[in-house]
C-alpha cells in the first residue's frame, strides 16, 4: 500500500530541516533529561507500598473494565480524589488519564460560545488543543506580562453576558519560568466574570504541592491542572476546583466520558506517591541541588533563561548547533536534551536540563563545566 504523498512530503521536511523526532532509547548515562525530579518514578519505596496497598485490600484486578460512568469507576477513585482534594486544599478534584486528557477535556467543554479565552503565548500544546476543540473566542497574551495581560481583560472583561478565562502555567515546560501568580489574581479579582486557569504539571513536587498552595492563591483560582508523570513519578492527572465544576466535568468533558479509566495499580501509585510526597526529604534536596545549578550557571557566565524550578534552559541558536552540542554532552555521559523548532520558535532552541533529587553537586557542576567549553 502506497504511503500518502502529501505526508512524505512533511516527514521528507522534517529530514530536510533536521528536525525529525524519534523515539528516544533506554541509557546508562547521568539523567539531566527525564521529569522524574524527585525520584519517585524509580522509587524502590512507593513501588514495594503500592503493591502491600493493592494486597492489603484485596485488589487483585489488572485494568478498570471500562469508563468511570460504566463500570471502571472502582473505589480506589473515591480515595484517591478524597486525598487530593484534602492535600491540595479544595474542595473537589477529578482525575483524568493524563494531562493532555485533562487540558483537552477542561478547555473543549468548559468555556461556552460566547466566552473569551486569554492564554500565555507559550502556553502547552495541550492546552492550545483544547482551545481548538471550544467554541470561544480565543487571543493570546505576551510571556509572563502582567500588563498586557491586564489591557485585554479590561478589554474583554466590559461584556457581562461573556466569562474570561485566564490561562497560565505555574512553572513552563520549555522555560523553567514562572508568571507572578500573585499579580495576576490581583488583576483577576477586580472582575467577577473572570476566571484564573493554572496547570501546575511542572510545580507539583518542586514546589511541594504546587505554587498556588505555595502563595495561598486556591481561593482565587477556579481550576488547577495537576499532573503525576512529572514530579510524582506516576502516571494521570487530576483538575481541582469546586464540586461544581467536578459535576460538570462528569457530564459535559468529553476525554472524562468517553476513555476507559485508570487501572488499581495507576491509582493506589497515585495515592502512595502523594502519601511520600508529605514525609519525603527529595524536595529539600531537589531545592539544594537547584540553588547549587543556579550559583555553577552563574559562576561560569552561561547564558541560561533565569528560573527557580526544576527545569533550565540555555539558548543555543539552530538545530544543528544545538544538537552538535547536546551529543557531544552525551558522549562525556551527561543525558541532556536539545530541544528544537519548531517545538520552540526559530533561533530559540535550547538545550533544558532537568534536576533531580538524586543528582550529585559534582554532576552538576561537571556537566556545567563541560557544556562551558562547547559554547
Known amino acids: 500500500m502506497q504511503f500518502p504523498k502529501k505526508l512524505q512530503q512533511k516527514i521528507t521536511q522534517r529530514v530536510t530541516q533536521n528536525s525529525l523526532r524519534r523515539l528516544g532509547k533506554e541509557n546508562l548515562l547521568i539523567d539531566f533529561s527525564s521529569n522524574d525530579y524527585l525520584g ?9 507500598k503500592t503493591h502491600q496497598y493493592l494486597i492489603n485490600n484485596n ?20 480515595t484517591a480524589e478524597k486525598q487530593l482534594a484534602k492535600l491540595h486544599n479544595t474542595e473537589a478534584a477529578l482525575i483524568f488519564n493524563s494531562g493532555y486528557d485533562a487540558n483537552v477535556g477542561f478547555f473543549s467543554s468548559v468555556p461556552q460560545r460566547g466566552d473569551i479565552i486569554l492564554y500565555d ?27 498586557d495581560l491586564e489591557e485585554k481583560i479590561i478589554r474583554f472583561a466590559q461584556d457581562n453576558n461573556s466569562e474570561v478565562y485566564i490561562v497560565t502555567e505555574s512553572v513552563f515546560s520549555m522555560d523553567g519560568d514562572s508568571p507572578d501568580l500573585t499579580a495576576m489574581s490581583q488583576i483577576i479579582q ?45 502516571h494521570g492527572a487530576a483538575i481541582l476546583g469546586s464540586k461544581q465544576l467536578q459535576q460538570y466535568l462528569i457530564n459535559f468533558s468529553r476525554s472524562f ?13 497515585i495515592k502512595i506517591a502523594h502519601d511520600e510526597l508529605v514525609i519525603s526529604n527529595s524536595k529539600e534536596q531537589l531545592q539544594h541541588n537547584i ?16 528560573s527557580n524550578s526544576a527545569i533550565h534552559c540555555c539558548i543555543i541558536s539552530g538545530n544543528e548547533h544545538v544538537k552538535s552540542i547536546a551529543l557531544q554532552l552525551q558522549q562525556h555521559g551527561f543525558e541532556v536534551k536539545p530541544i528544537l523548532s519548531p517545538t520552540v520558535p526559530t533561533n530559540q532552541e535550547r538545550l533544558r536540563f532537568c534536576l533531580h533529587a538524586y543528582n550529585s553537586k559534582e554532576e552538576i557542576t561537571n556537566v556545567l563545566e563541560n557544556l562551558a567549553t562547547f559554547v
Do not use: M, W
Open 190 to 234: 477586580k472582575h467577577t466574570n473572570v476566571h484564573f486557569v493554572i496547570d501546575e504539571a511542572h510545580a507539583l513536587g518542586v514546589f511541594d504541592f504546587g505554587l498556588v498552595q505555595k502563595l495561598h492563591l486556591e481561593d482565587v483560582v477556579f481550576a488547577r491542572i495537576i499532573t503525576f508523570g512529572k514530579g510524582l513519578g506516576c
Open 59 to 78: 485488589f487483585k484486578i489488572n485494568g478498570a473494565t471500562g469508563s468511570r460512568l460504566l463500570s471502571g469507576n472502582h473505589k480506589l477513585y473515591t
Open 121 to 147: 503565548e507559550l502556553i502547552h500544546a495541550s492546552i492550545r488543543d483544547g482551545i481548538q476543540l471550544s467554541n470561544t473566542k480565543s487571543f493570546k497574551f505576551k510571556h509572563n506580562d502582567i500588563k
Open 257 to 269: 466520558i468517553y476513555t476507559t479509566g485508570l487501572s488499581p495499580h495507576a491509582l493506589a501509585t
Open 40 to 48: 519517585f518514578a524509580k522509587s524502590e519505596i512507593i513501588f514495594n
Open 291 to 306: 540553588q547549587h545549578f543556579i550559583s555553577e550557571s552563574n559562576r561560569l557566565r552561561l547564558n541560561f533563561i533565569k
